[in-house]
């Protein structure tokens, strides 16, 4: 336990001395999450600055696998979603070390690192490489990943790096967008740019320190969530991602366990959580005359809390898979099943003129929650005791010591 520190309840006092709060995130996570605008501006000008025109040049791939783990891997996730349902061809996140067996020289691997150096990026760099397959990648310059695509003649686009690397979603995420968009598997213009990280500058004026939590979004959804155990559903496909990013950044960052997922696949099942122990039944025995302040009875009684995220979509009229009416009545009928079992529920409705601003919506938010509400604990939202534990009992000895 060396070096777990905090406290169990949320201490909503916390989060409204802004100094304070700024002296418990040595690292920056705040002011890193706040540079999201500028992330998308940033790595907009790198990728221009780099020959992209050999990817339209050699033609359409047959399928594109986006190689990458953590954050890395979620932006393979954002590429299919943005591309859309009329992609034409396959996008394939793959989060382990080397490619699929399939994959050979009629394909493209994008290999993704915020580090430039993790082992299942540069891993699937060297098996795109030895295979044939075209190799596009990503990642902090002056590594070994941009070495490995300067021998193979590959584009590589430098993104500066940001520790840790869920700090640098939007950084690693327009890339492969850009390079997805020379290949002509999605349409992203200058002007969805600009409107993305337009939307993100003014939620983080928004979620800032310095504003009260009556007014600050971030602020608020923290404080509801605090001593629960949230659930996670997006309503869509691209509200789906930003669940998927909401708990990775829950989990990381507040140390608080989640579910996330799709909304169609929950009504398949979880959606029977809302009648669990830790759901219906739980707020059916709630002694509504105890102090929501004490320690015992916010242990006795951990909820769930349920956050919905909605998109609505851009084209009703657009052949999708699944229509967008469905995703809307399959939205409204589970808040209206939380309601019930009073189950409380948070909803986030996407914004914007194109699929990446909503994403952008829908994610801004959520991530400046994620670090308030790990502040309200005492904790610091960078400093992962685990996470270190981990890499130093699962990488392998030096030799001269083992």
């Excluded at 061809?89 to 399939?102: E, K, Q, T």
């Excluded at 993790?118 to 941009?146: F, M």
């Amino acid at each position: 336990m060396a070096g777990v520190n905090g406290h169990r309840v949320a201490d909503e006092s916390l989060l409204d001395d802004e100094k304070s709060m700024l002296d418990n995130d040595p690292g920056g996570m705040l002011r890193a999450t706040a540079s999201a605008g500028a992330q998308v501006r940033e790595s907009a000008a790198l990728a221009a600055e780099t020959d992209l025109t050999m990817l339209a040049d050699e033609g359409r791939p047959r399928a594109v696998v986006v190689a990458g783990i953590g954050t890395a891997g979620l932006t393979g996730n954002i590429l299919a979603t943005v591309a859309g349902h009329r992609c034409p061809v396959p996008i394939i996140g793959h989060r382990s070390a080397g490619i699929p067996g399939w994959v050979g020289a009629a394909d493209v691997v994008f290999a993704v690192s915020a580090s430039g150096r993790s082992p299942e990026a540069l891993a699937a760099a060297e098996a795109a490489i030895r295979r044939g397959a075209r190799l596009v990648a990503i990642g902090n310059p002056d590594t070994e990943l941009q070495a490995m695509a300067e021998r193979a003649r590959a584009p590589f686009i430098p993104v500066p790096r940001r520790a840790p690397a869920r700090a640098s979603l939007w950084g690693l995420a327009v890339p492969v967008l850009l390079a997805g968009r020379a290949l002509g598997l999605v349409k992203v213009n200058e002007a969805d740019l600009a409107e993305t990280a337009t939307r993100l500058d003014a939620d983080a004026e928004r979620c800032r320190p310095g504003a009260d939590s009556f007014v600050n979004p971030a602020k608020a959804l923290a404080l509801g969530l605090a001593g629960s155990i949230p659930i996670v559903w997006g309503s869509s496909p691209l509200a789906t991602v930003a669940a998927r990013r909401f708990a990775d950044t829950l989990a990381a960052n507040a140390r608080y366990p989640v579910m996330a997922g799709a909304l169609g696949e929950a009504g398949r099942g979880r959606v029977g959580l809302l009648d669990g122990v830790f759901g219906g039944l739980a707020e059916s025995s709630r002694d509504i005359f105890a102090d929501p302040g004490d320690e015992d009875d916010a242990a006795a009684t951990t909820r769930l809390r349920l956050v919905v995220f909605r998109d609505g979509g851009l084209n009703p009229e657009d052949d999708a898979d699944e229509p967008i009416a469905v995703e809307e009545r399959r939205a409204d009928a589970v808040q209206t099943l939380a309601e019930r079992r009073g189950v409380r529920c948070d909803v986030l409705t996407a914004e914007g003129g194109s699929a990446l601003e909503r994403l952008a919506s829908l994610t801004a938010v959520p991530d400046f929650a994620s670090l308030y509400l790990a502040l309200a604990h005492g904790l610091d939202p960078m400093a992962v005791p685990a996470i270190s534990e981990m890499k130093e009992l699962s990488n392998p000895m030096p030799e001269g010591i083992q």
